[in-house]
């Protein structure tokens, strides 16, 4: 089992920034690709970012957005730190939802399939206006 954990949630204003961190435990960190979905009051849950492993080669540590944050946020890895981050700027109000934390062994998974093997509890993000 692979345990992650989200924090770096809270309240923001408009036009600012939050960076969240995923703290990853129990399996090989490098080797998994790694996402960050969100979810708001109501609605269904949204892509936001995804970053491939570092340890295959082919496109290795490629990374993925979703239309709505392209530009505003940043999805990292620290393999030393088993830990993903995602830098969150320009923030709007329509980025308030819980965001959470996904790990797949196939980035595809994520990608193509919104899932993941592993999830994390979420953490909250409010963007006030």
């Known amino acids: 089992q692979m345990q992650l954990v989200e924090s770096g949630g809270g309240l923001a204003q408009t036009g600012g920034s939050l960076r969240l961190s995923c703290a990853a435990s129990?399996?090989?960190?490098?080797?998994?690709?790694m996402g960050w979905f969100r979810q708001a009051p109501g609605k269904e849950r949204e892509f936001v970012a995804a970053?491939?492993?570092?340890?295959?080669?082919?496109?290795?540590?490629?990374?993925y957005y979703g239309d709505s944050v392209k530009g505003r946020f940043t999805i990292s890895r620290d393999n030393a730190k088993n830990t993903m981050y995602l830098q969150m700027n320009s923030l709007k109000p329509e980025d308030t939802a819980v965001y959470y934390c996904a790990a797949a062994l196939d980035i595809g998974t994520i990608l193509n399939d919104y899932g993941a093997d592993y999830w994390g509890k979420g953490t909250l993000v409010t963007v006030s206006s």
């Open positions: 129990g399996r090989t960190f490098s080797n998994y690709g």
């Open positions: 970053i491939r492993s570092t340890t295959i080669s082919w496109k290795s540590g490629t990374t």
